[in-house]
């Protein structure tokens, strides 16, 4: 196994080197491939796509499917660029606003943790160097991101590498409550990034929202643990400039994360999801089943279980 990490290291680190002009290149190639000859997922994309926008039509959503597919290859290449891109290059071409703002917000208001949520939107790895954003401000700050292990040991392993390479912590979903409370009772301040959109399992379900047109099962995670422990709460509104360049708006979700019913948040945050995305559809994550569990499923394992 490490000779399999290391050889795809130095690989990873190689290809990283070329200018991204020409992994573009690569890029426009691969897309070729992955939409009209591999096909990856591409029925998944058309229905996640059609039951998403009712209202568009076929010629529009095949504009939207294609332009997936081709940030889908940009992601891949910019992901591989992150090997070898300096911390100047990656200032330049993923832009922050708010930071500075939400760190006074944290010292001003004498709170240990700010909370972002966001979604896989845009370059969410490249999201990773937030943190020496923060420590422009505050070196004193900790900065982390909350991620779902892989199942491929050597994959998670470059990929943990790749994301903390700007100074953030991984810190894996089933021990984010324990490592918060280690940082709450040591007196550390951190920002956290949440990505919240994905699917949670059977046993983790606790609330369903509506999300695009369908009643969603979510995360709720990032709402329960910042009211244990009082946490300010953001969202992190991303947009593609152009290729290679994301903007990155960063703005407070609410003044008093206690004064809210429970759920109230996450239902917040699922809504300013669903209007970013509404703005350029293309640059979200189509390809995953998002929606592969349903209510209609949910009570039928009830039944099941009942008898």
Not at 70 to 90: G, N, P
Not at 106 to 130: A, P, R, T
């Amino acid at each position: 196994m490490k000779i399999l990490f290391y050889t795809i290291q130095c690989v990873g680190y190689a290809a990283s080197l070329l200018p991204l002009c020409i992994l573009y290149r690569f890029s426009d190639v691969l897309y070729y491939l992955l939409y009209y000859v591999i096909r990856y997922r591409k029925n998944m994309v058309k229905t996640n796509l059609r039951k998403s926008f009712p209202e568009k039509s076929t010629k529009e959503l095949t504009r939207i499917e294609k332009e997936f597919y081709a940030f889908l290859c940009d992601y891949m290449v910019e992901t591989i660029k992150l090997f070898s891109m300096s911390e100047r290059q990656l200032k330049q071409r993923m832009q922050f606003e708010g930071v500075e703002e939400m760190v006074q917000a944290l010292e001003k208001e004498n709170k240990q943790f700010g909370f972002i949520y966001l979604g896989h939107y845009g370059n969410w790895e490249w999201v990773s160097s937030l943190t020496a954003r923060v420590h422009d401000v505050n070196p004193k700050i900790i900065g982390g991101q909350i991620y779902h292990p892989l199942s491929n040991k050597v994959f998670d392993r470059i990929f943990k590498k790749v994301r903390g390479k700007s100074g953030g912590e991984n810190i894996p979903m089933k021990d984010t409550l324990r490592r918060i409370v280690y940082w709450k009772r040591n007196g550390k301040k951190a920002i956290i990034g949440f990505i919240s959109d994905q699917t949670p399992k059977w046993n983790c379900i606790h609330h369903w929202t509506d999300f695009f047109h369908r009643k969603t099962p979510v995360f709720t995670g990032t709402e329960r643990i910042g009211k244990q422990v009082d946490a300010l709460i953001f969202y992190a509104d991303m947009e593609r400039i152009k290729r290679g360049y994301y903007r990155c708006r960063i703005t407070r979700m609410t003044d008093d994360i206690q004064q809210h019913p429970d759920y109230e948040l996450t239902d917040w945050y699922i809504h300013r999801l669903e209007q970013t995305i509404k703005k350029a559809p293309a640059f979200w994550l189509w390809s995953h089943n998002r929606w592969k569990r349903t209510l209609e499923e949910l009570e039928s394992r009830r039944i099941k279980s009942a008898g």
